[in-house]
């Protein structure tokens, strides 16, 4: 086999290091492991009559995010092939979150041939995260060439194959890797492909992937992969082409029945911010170049729920996979970025979670986009300007806003 181990062998689940346990926070003073020295503690004096003691400190204000209620996953994407990975995972720790996503390239992974692996870098990564004790999200997107049919690229021209390299991942990492979203953007023609955009056949995607995981891992979570935010568009000198991704989601359930319900445990949703502010209600104008678009506002889920609502999948969970605001940059696609100072990056991105832990229950799960990718591509990369770390990896003001905000109690 190609590039990689026998289809004997990729079933087996990878052995990673037993995660470690969650260290908790105290206020109270470090304990050092082992037999320690019991202090001995000596009374002081009683101060005489006639000194009139210090008035008593103000107590500091309550915090505000406190006493919302906890997500059950605060996660970043990030990208941990040929990285430092020690470094992700000690600053995902340091910023109190419990999940990473990392998207994987089926297309890298199988390049060859069918049942040609390579696993050399993802066992790594997989290795590492679950050492430390986060919970991982892999997001599979890109078919392999050997796989698509007549199609240039993005998924595969028979969904048997989807699922079976499903089934393949998550027996090879069962414990391991928590959830999978399935797929990512298919309502975009970059990740499906110009003129062939299709909401019957990403059901029909989305049905094979859940039961390929369904099979290698009974108790990992399938996430529906989220679509891209956007209106109707279609530029064909530029092979452009994208379909409202509320009206996408309501044509995967008219497909066949509705059938698409049992495709996923979560519906996953890449809500952008733009140069909104995460309470803005839709149609509300900001900043220079403002687009009233329903998809250029954070709160464009609300519109998803309804959908799901209408079609009775609303016991699901949602699940934001990516959410994030651009700072100023040089893509020139990206240019509202320049509305958004730094100091409004980590306002938006606090505000935002402590949004969703108010009023939006049926979000369980929510990830930033992005943790290190100013360490992967230069600033002419749209990705850039979404990082919480800088090229060096110090913090920008997000990320120390992130880890400054309260989680909730566990």
């Known amino acids: 086999m190609a590039c990689g181990e026998s289809d004997e062998t990729v079933t087996e689940p990878v052995t990673v290091a037993a995660p470690a346990e969650p260290t908790p926070t105290s206020s109270g003073p470090a304990v050092t492991a082992g037999v320690q020295t ?50 992700i995972v000690r600053k995902t720790l340091d910023a109190g979150f419990n999940w990473l996503k990392q998207q994987v390239e089926w297309s890298q992974t199988e390049p060859i041939e069918k049942g040609g692996y390579d696993w050399r870098e993802l066992d790594k990564i997989v290795t590492a995260v679950s050492a430390a ?36 991942i998550a027996a090879r990492y069962r414990g391991a890797v928590q959830a999978y979203e399935l797929w990512n ?38 996430i529906g992969g989220a679509l891209t935010p956007a209106g109707d568009v279609d530029i064909p000198d530029q092979q452009v082409q994208a379909v409202d991704d509320v009206t996408f989601l309501r044509r995967m359930y008219e497909y066949n029945d509705g059938i698409v319900r049992d495709g996923f445990d979560a519906w996953g949703i890449h809500p952008g911010g733009f140069n909104n502010a995460p309470r803005q209600e839709i149609g509300s104008p900001r900043g220079d170049g403002w687009n009233g678009h329903a998809s250029f506002y954070f709160q464009r889920f609300t519109q998803h729920r309804q959908v799901m609502e209408e079609f009775d999948d609303g016991a699901k969970p949602i699940w934001i996979t990516e959410f994030g605001w651009s700072t100023a940059n040089q893509d020139p696609a990206y240019g509202y970025g320049v509305d958004n100072s730094e100091a409004d990056q980590a306002e938006f991105l606090v505000d935002a979670l402590r949004l969703v832990r108010e009023q939006y229950d049926y979000i ?3 990830f930033v986009w992005n943790l290190n990718f100013q360490t992967v591509v230069g600033p002419e990369d749209e990705k850039f300007p979404f990082g919480v770390l800088r090229p060096d990896g110090t913090p920008r003001p997000s990320y120390d806003a992130l880890a400054a905000m309260h989680k909730g109690d566990a």
């Open 38 to 87: 019991p202090r001995v503690l000596t009374p002081s004096p009683a101060a005489p009559a006639s000194v009139t003691p210090s008035p008593a400190s103000s107590p500091a204000p309550p915090d505000p995010d406190a006493s919302l209620r906890r997500l059950d996953g605060y996660g970043f994407q990030a990208h941990l092939y040929n990285q430092d990975r020690d470094f």
């Open 133 to 168: 004790g986060l919970n991982l999200l892999l997001s599979v997107v890109r078919a392999p060439g050997w796989a698509l049919g007549e199609g240039a690229h993005g998924p595969p021209a028979d969904p048997q194959d989807f699922e079976d390299f499903m089934r393949v």
């Open 185 to 222: 953007e298919a309502n975009l023609s970059r990740e499906w492909g110009y003129g062939r955009i299709n909401a019957g056949e990403f059901v029909d995607l989305l049905l094979a992937g859940h039961r390929g995981v369904r099979a290698g891992d009974p108790d990992a979570v399938t």
């Open 364 to 366: 369980t799960h929510a």
